[in-house]
């Protein structure tokens, strides 16, 4: 058995991806374009400052990458602090890890305050030791620097843990840290199931199937 796990926040504890398509397609409106599929794909794949610089420079639009996301980041923090909720299993899973004795991280693109309130929100910031952000170690997640954090800042190597993840890209990054992976089913990301079972060592469809 590892000794811990490391969790993504969005798309795997957390039913959240639809909130930041609505800010998306929010802002998109304020400002006059049409997300396509290379928006999705960029915005999806990047951290949230370089989301918000990809848009403005995408778009032509006379702010700073900043400025693009206070925008995106009014509009979501409210849905982190009052609406969101858990995806199925996973307070239970955590709630289970502590007991175990496993040490519990999130390696997140999301920043600090909406990390925080979601998890407060619904329960389970108690049984989580360490965060690392995508932002802080100026890598995405297409890179393993944040699974190595968060597996620092718990006193493990990373190879000591499980790392859950929602997306190819990141499952990617994560197995490259030397972590067991698991790939587990989201919605927002339903079309890419058989690239994650490809990449991932195991994927399960809600976080309740897990076993050691």
């Not at 989301?51 to 982190?80: P, V």
């Not at 009052?82 to 955590?94: Q, S």
């Not at 175990?100 to 990390?115: C, F, H, P, R």
Request: charged share 30%.
């Amino acid at each position: 058995m590892k000794k811990g796990a490391i969790f993504d926040l969005d798309g795997t504890l957390i039913n959240s991806m639809r909130v930041w398509e609505r800010a998306d397609y929010a802002l998109a409106g304020k400002y006059g374009f049409v997300p396509d599929e290379e928006y999705w794909a960029k915005v999806t794949s990047l951290s949230f400052l370089e989301g918000a610089d990809y848009i403005t420079k995408r778009f032509g639009l006379d702010k700073t990458a900043k400025e693009i996301a206070d925008e995106l980041y009014a509009f979501a923090l409210n849905d982190y602090k009052y609406n969101i909720g858990l995806k199925k299993g996973a307070g239970e899973l955590l709630r289970t890890f502590s007991g175990d004795g496993l040490k519990i991280a999130i390696a997140t693109s999301n920043v600090e305050e909406m990390t925080h309130a979601v998890l407060k929100r619904n329960g389970i910031f108690e049984y989580v030791d360490a965060f690392a952000y995508c932002d802080s170690v100026g890598k995405n997640k297409a890179y393993p620097d944040v699974y190595e954090a968060a597996a620092k800042a718990l006193g493990l190597d990373a190879g000591d843990c499980y790392v859950f993840e929602d997306v190819p890209y990141a499952i990617e990054g994560a197995k490259k840290s030397g972590a067991e992976v698991i790939g587990v089913y989201d919605e927002y990301s339903a079309d890419k199931e058989s690239e994650m079972r490809s990449k991932a060592d195991r994927y399960i469809m809600s976080l309740d199937e897990f076993t050691y």
